[in-house]
């Protein structure tokens, strides 16, 4: 897993992967400010560095199963850059929009009306009011199963509106659905 966010992202998912017993994920973290085209490209990058080891060391398991990238939308230049060179790698994609707070939102309560990013924050800190861009995954991962529920419904009020992406959404809830398939076996 590759990330843009520094704080907020690895932090919830390094608790997640404990909580989901998971501990195959490696979560890698792309330089502060970079931009989704940025995170792929070094997810393409480590996912082919990881094919040559296993080609060079005849050993498959040193392929990764899967490779996902996460980042938010926000004003990214190159969004559908990224967005193809992820497809034509086989990356898949958690993307949140506008941002990953949108996703710790859900645990906490609905939201289907558009919102900005200062606007996730601030709904979010009326939630926890102790929130900087540390979640308190103990406090929030209670209301996992809504914020799945929520996100993917979400998801298909998108898809139904021909607005795949569209504000707001995530794809976080996939990536954590995967997590806790593969912490089962």
Known sequence: MVCEGVVTEPFYFKDLRKVAECQLVEIVVVDLGAVPKTVVEEAVRRKRAAEDDASRQNDDFLRYDEVWCVFDVDQHPRLPDARQQARANKIRLAISNPSFELWALLHLQDQTAHLDRKEARRLLVQHIPTYQKQLPFALIHQGYSQALRRALTLRQRRAEAQDAGGN???????????????GRK
């Open 168 to 182: 707001p959404s995530t794809d976080v809830g996939l990536l954590t659905q995967r997590m806790h398939e593969l």
